[in-house]
């Protein structure tokens, strides 16, 4: 089993619309969960920690489900700047990062 | 805001060649890292270093590969023999703290594109 496994995609939207994807993560002792956002050839961005009880930043929203072992990112009123691939990370000790392979987002006019 | 940086934007060498990557992290940060991403694949972390050494390795960080900071700015990753393999986008990536939780963010530079041939 993959450590960080992603949907991926593509999630093709509509301008306006919600979309919502899911990672999963092997290792339970994990604490940490964060998505970042790449654009093509470009550096990994951070979009959002992840935090236990769930949180919010505009118009995303990243919650966790530590039994289940997954993270889930919601995108509301998709704009086109939203078109990118969405990465799960996975924080381990001493700051290991394992990235899933991301979930592309193809926001259409 | 402050970023990290990378140099080259993009490296050609031929097989065998040594080649080093070079970094400048965020100024206030005390953790630093390199990760590469094959082209059409996902990004794996190569190494993490903290206080003048490395604290993690993956299994990919085999002997060819070194790190250093060679002064109280620059992170290199050295490649001491390139293999058609190592062609790849590689990032470096710093952070203010770390613990055996991992719970910091890291910011990530813009790549290095290095291209064996």
């Known amino acids: 089993r993959k450590e960080v496994e992603q949907d991926p995609g593509p999630f093709n939207v509509p301008e306006g619309a919600t979309v919502a994807f899911n990672c999963t993560y092997s290792?339970?002792?994990?604490?940490?969960f964060f998505w970042y956002r790449q654009d093509c050839r470009k550096e990994p961005k951070l979009l959002m920690s992840?935090?236990?009880s769930g949180n919010e930043d505009g118009r995303f929203t990243a919650q966790l489900n530590r039994a289940s072992q997954y993270i889930s990112l919601l995108i509301r009123d998709s704009k086109l700047s939203d078109s990118a691939t969405y990465l799960c990370v996975v924080n381990g000790a001493w700051g290991k990062f394992q990235f899933g392979a991301g979930t592309q987002v193809v926001v259409t006019p | 805001e402050p970023e990290v940086t990378q140099t080259p934007s993009h490296q050609v060498t031929q097989m065998g060649q040594e080649v080093i990557l070079r970094c400048v992290p965020i100024s206030n940060h005390l953790y630093f890292y390199w990760y590469r991403q094959i082209l059409g694949q996902k990004v794996e972390f190569l190494v993490s270093f903290y206080n003048n050494e490395i604290s993690e390795k993956s299994e990919i960080f085999d002997d060819q590969f070194s790190v250093e900071r060679p002064d109280g700015s620059n992170f290199t990753l050295k490649i001491r023999s390139t293999k058609l393999e190592d062609s790849a986008m590689y990032f470096c990536a710093s952070n203010p703290g770390q613990d055996l939780l991992g719970g910091y963010e890291q910011y990530f530079g813009p790549g290095t594109r290095l291209t064996v041939t």
């Open positions: 290792n339970s002792a994990s604490q940490s």
């Open positions: 992840v935090y236990s």
